[in-house]
């Protein structure tokens, strides 16, 4: 094919009692709403329903998932809760921590995540920066999960490479339960609790979820213990506004088991590094994160959302030395939606700004066996940042719908060296990035769509400080634009979403592996392609089994194409960007009888694993990973659930570092991630 296009519990009875009592305190007791089942949402809130009918205007990559896809399995990471989602590539390293990619965004980062909007219930999870870790996303505390690819992600003021992921919370109104407690474990000594209370009244409503897990983890080196509460309260100010404060915090002992060779990852793969056990790598997270949104309806279709946030994260890290970072994020927004007419055409018009504010204590010292030893750099980072968007939507005909956006962007990113002074460095960026699509709706529902945006992203200070480059190491912004086209539907026994991109990259971030002759691990691409194929299809095989008409079989299966490379480059020519598997498959089938029963298995397939260097002199082997799962309601509110994972004991590589020349001298090959092992997990959960 040719590459033109191929394209914590013990809290939890005193919580479970005193969130109604709140809502009845303000509110009549015979105004309380129950919320079993309720999914109505709120304007600072939306259902489900409501955000998948927003989600449908996009001329573009898209997809809702819902908590229910992955209620009855160990949920534990975003891997867990996005691996149906056409076109992101998922993979776990350990316990929470992720490698994650759309559409080659952050391609060969080896650590934290770049090039992607990641949020809790529209607030960035990212330091202001772009950078972030993945422990503070816990799949119980979601209701489901919105992706939006590349620049399709306008509307929470995001232009890059990868788009945005928003986990929306339930609230008082869209709990699936008004309380619940779960616990579930299993394999290599896990162990999980977890529970929620919710009530709703005609003014107040209120939402809290608590859990901690505990575990051995799969390696060495893979221990953790980890607490997290969330929650958040709606106060209806009037008919028209309604005002919501969020509070989540999270308390997470890790521990990093690091890369090693092919054959250790191979032969041995529960075994770490011996530096790893002697000097304790560890990641250990305290943050708080504190938000508020206000939302007011202005006449029958606009709507005007203002809020800000204030995220304060302590960071442990001994790895090659002890990162000891304190980190402190403030922001606000605003955000406007107006439906009406121009020219006799129904329009749709938003329009927003953004801007958040960061600084970060980056200390580091000589790891002593886990702990500090002598200080080797102490800065004062500090990020700002600002966005400023609208897209319109225009409606042509009935069935046409124009869609045009423009985002402008600036940054600053300023390092304060307080070592030495003369290392003192600040850089800004600025970036226009318009889009423009088309939607094309079907009967049947079924839509085409087409689209072409542009995404340029600054750098953060993992990749503009890089001992011992003085100062900033000298990168540009990565800069890209992107074409697509797609379809989404559904027909008979078929459902789809089908999409197909194109992007041209100048300046891209790659990474790969320090060596004495190569001092910084980043460095700016000069031209690339990332093109694909993001394939979702589901065939209903039988419907209406059994004698309540609720018995169904469904099989489910993703497919994605990553042909990335290098576009006439002076070292590295034509070939292949290191990073990704060129081909992956994940399809599974699953039997249910309605909400009574349900069994399923499925597979993830790499033919063949991603090149380890740009050089394509050595590449990672395939694999194949089978797994089984099933849950029965025992009772109203009442269910358990079994899942056995990699059931044959496949040994397979989950997750790389990239390396410039693997035949180089001296190139430092141990930067393989073992996949985790046959395991076996059980859970149980009461809804009352």
């Known amino acids: 094919m040719s590459r033109s296009f191929l394209l914590a519990g013990a809290c939890l009875p005193a919580l479970c009692l005193s969130l109604p009592a709140a809502a009845e305190m303000a509110a009549d007791p015979a105004s309380v709403v129950e919320v079993i089942g309720q999914r109505q949402g709120s304007a600072t809130a939306p259902s489900v329903d409501e955000a998948r009918k927003q989600i449908n205007k996009v001329a573009g990559g898209v997809d809702l998932v819902t908590?229910?896809?992955?209620?009855?399995?160990?949920?534990?990471?975003?891997?867990?809760?996005?691996?149906?989602?056409?076109?992101?590539?998922?993979?776990?390293?350990?316990?929470?921590?992720?490698?994650?990619?759309?559409?080659g965004s952050g391609l060969s980062r080896s650590f934290h995540m770049r090039g992607l909007s990641l949020l809790i219930d529209g607030v960035p999870v990212n330091l202001a920066d772009g950078s972030t870790d993945f422990q503070e996303i816990d799949p119980r505390q979601a209701r489901y999960v919105e992706v939006f690819k590349g620049g399709n992600a306008l509307r929470y003021g995001a232009a890059s490479l990868g788009g945005a992921i928003n986990i929306m919370t339930p609230t008082g109104r869209t709990a699936s339960s008004a309380n619940s407690i779960a616990i579930d474990g299993g394999s290599f000594g896990t162990i999980r609790l977890a529970g929620t209370a919710s009530a709703a009244g005609e003014t107040l409503d209120g939402y809290v979820s608590v859990n901690g897990i505990r575990s051995d983890g799969y390696r060495q080196q893979t221990a953790q213990q980890t607490a997290r509460l969330a929650g958040n309260v709606g106060i209806k100010l009037t008919d028209s506004a309604e005002t919501r404060f969020y509070l989540s915090a999270n308390h997470i002992q890790q521990e990093v088991p690091g890369t090693v060779s092919r054959a250790s990852a191979l032969d041995t793969p529960r075994l770490a590094p011996a530096i790893n056990n002697q000097n304790d790598y560890a990641r250990d997270i305290n943050s708080v994160r504190l938000s508020n949104r206000t939302s007011i309806l202005l006449g029958d279709e606009a709507q005007l959302d203002v809020g800000g946030f204030?995220?304060?994260?302590?960071?442990?890290?001994?790895?090659?030395?002890?990162?000891?970072?304190?980190?402190?994020?403030?922001?606000?927004?605003?955000?406007?939606?107006?439906?009406?007419?121009?020219?006799?055409?129904?329009?749709?018009?938003?329009?927003?700004?953004?801007?958040?504010?960061?600084?970060?204590?980056?200390?580091?010292?000589?790891?002593?066996?886990?702990?500090?030893?002598?200080?080797?750099?102490?800065?004062?980072?500090?990020?700002?940042?600002?966005?400023?968007?609208?897209?319109s939507r225009t409606s042509l005909t009935p069935d046409l719908t124009l869609v045009a956006g423009?985002?402008?962007?600036a940054a600053k990113r300023e390092l304060d060296n307080n070592l030495n002074a003369t290392q003192d460095a600040d850089k800004s960026f600025h970036a226009l990035n318009p889009k423009l699509g088309l939607l094309y709706q079907l009967d049947g529902g079924t839509q085409l769509y087409a689209n072409v945006s542009r995404a340029e992203e600054a750098p953060t200070f993992s990749e503009l400080v890089q001992a011992p480059v003085p100062r900033f190491v000298p990168l540009a912004s990565q800069k890209a634009w992107t074409a697509e086209v797609g379809t989404r539907g559904q027909s008979g026994i078929f459902a789809w979403d089908i999409g197909l991109y194109r992007s041209w990259l100048r300046g891209e971030y790659l990474q790969f592996t320090v060596n004495p002759t190569i001092p910084a691990g980043t460095f700016n691409a000069d031209k690339t392609i990332h093109q694909g194929i993001e394939a979702g299809l589901d065939v209903t095989i039988a419907d209406k089994l059994f004698a309540s008409d609720a018995g169904s079989v469904v099989f489910s299966q993703t497919y994605m194409l990553n042909d990335f490379y290098f576009d006439g480059d002076a070292q590295f020519g034509g070939n292949d960007l290191a990073g990704v598997p060129r081909h992956l498959y994940q399809g599974?089938?699953?039997?249910?009888?309605?909400?009574?029963w349900q069994v399923g298995a499925n597979v993830e397939w790499a033919p063949e694993g991603a090149w380890i260097d740009y050089a394509n002199s050595l590449k990672a082997p395939g694999y194949d990973v089978w797994s089984v799962n099933g849950s029965v309601q025992l009772a109203k509110g009442l269910r358990v659930y079994a899942e056995a994972r990699?059931?044959?004991?496949?040994?397979?590589?989950?997750?790389?570092?990239?390396?410039?020349?693997?035949?180089?001298?001296?190139?430092?090959?141990?930067?393989?991630?073992?996949?985790?092992?046959?395991?076996?997990?059980?859970?149980?959960?009461?809804?009352f």
């Open 67 to 103: 908590a229910e896809e992955f209620r009855d399995k160990y949920a534990l990471n975003l891997k867990d809760m996005l691996s149906g989602t056409p076109g992101v590539y998922a993979q776990q390293r350990f316990a929470e921590e992720v490698r994650i990619s759309i559409r």
């Open 310 to 391: 204030l995220n304060v994260k302590s960071l442990f890290h001994p790895i090659f030395q002890v990162v000891d970072q304190d980190s402190q994020d403030v922001g606000s927004f605003i955000r406007y939606t107006d439906v009406g007419q121009i020219g006799g055409l129904r329009h749709e018009l938003v329009v927003g700004l953004q801007g958040r504010y960061g600084h970060v204590n980056a200390l580091q010292y000589v790891n002593v066996r886990g702990s500090r030893g002598a200080k080797t750099a102490d800065g004062d980072q500090y990020a700002q940042q600002a966005e400023a968007y609208a897209e």
């Open 406 to 409: 423009l985002q402008w962007m």
């Open 588 to 596: 599974g089938l699953i039997i249910k009888n309605g909400d009574t």
């Open 646 to 687: 990699n059931i044959f004991k496949t040994r397979y590589i989950s997750s790389i570092s990239t390396i410039a020349n693997a035949r180089a001298t001296g190139a430092n090959l141990n930067v393989y991630y073992p996949g985790e092992g046959r395991s076996l997990y059980a859970g149980l959960k009461a809804e």
